[in-house]
């Protein structure tokens, strides 16, 4: 988790420096920003990634745990955890929903931007917050999702959603190459 703190602190200093750079992403592919909510993952990708690994190793462990085994792994969340998992969820499409709401505003009102030097400020102030929410959004689902899981079940969330970052980067830039972007 540590690294993923010190990404969203190296973020922010970005954000506060170059706003507009870090939503237009040129670092990204063009499937990433493609994919991009406020400039990053949806948080609640997170809980897409545990049901899909949790559906993907059930399955797989079905006769162990047919036979009363219990494997530990993201196939073998309790109930309480998966109920934990849905509250959690649930919580998060709230706030998710905030923030698009808030960008919303902000987009619709866009065309301040061409005011006076001040007002154009406090625009980009405002888009700054913005940002700055849902990078907080992010590293708190990160967290929760984390601690309701066992070490064995929250390391294999942090594997997914590193093969899922990295297998989106894989297709994206397999996908601009040829265009020369």
């Known amino acids: 988790m540590l690294h993923h703190e010190e990404y969203f602190r190296a973020k922010s200093l970005i954000t506060e420096n170059d706003p507009l750079s870090v939503v237009a ?16 993952w949806r948080p609640t990708t997170a809980f897409h990634l545990v049901y899909t690994e949790s559906s993907v190793l059930f399955e797989s462990h079905i006769g162990d745990i047919l036979r ?3 494997t530990g792994d993201l196939g073998d969340l309790s109930p309480t955890q998966f109920r934990r998992v849905s509250e959690l969820q649930c919580d998060t499409v709230k706030e998710e929903n905030q923030i698009t709401d808030e960008l919303s ?11 006076p030097r001040a007002e154009s400020k406090e625009r980009i102030e405002r888009l700054i917050c913005i940002i700055k929410k849902a990078d907080d959004l992010r590293l708190r ?6 601690r309701l899981l066992s070490p064995q079940q929250a390391i294999e ?16 830039s397999n996908h601009d190459c040829p265009r020369g972007r």
């Open 157 to 172: 969330f942090l594997i997914a959603s590193a093969e899922m970052l990295v297998g989106i980067r894989g297709w994206g």
């Open 141 to 146: 689902t990160m967290r929760s999702v984390v």
């Open 68 to 70: 009363g085994v219990n």
């Open 105 to 115: 505003d902000w987009q619709d009102t866009a065309s301040h931007l061409m005011g």
């Open 25 to 40: 992403s040129p670092w990204a592919t063009t499937l990433e920003r493609s994919l991009h909510w406020v400039t990053g």
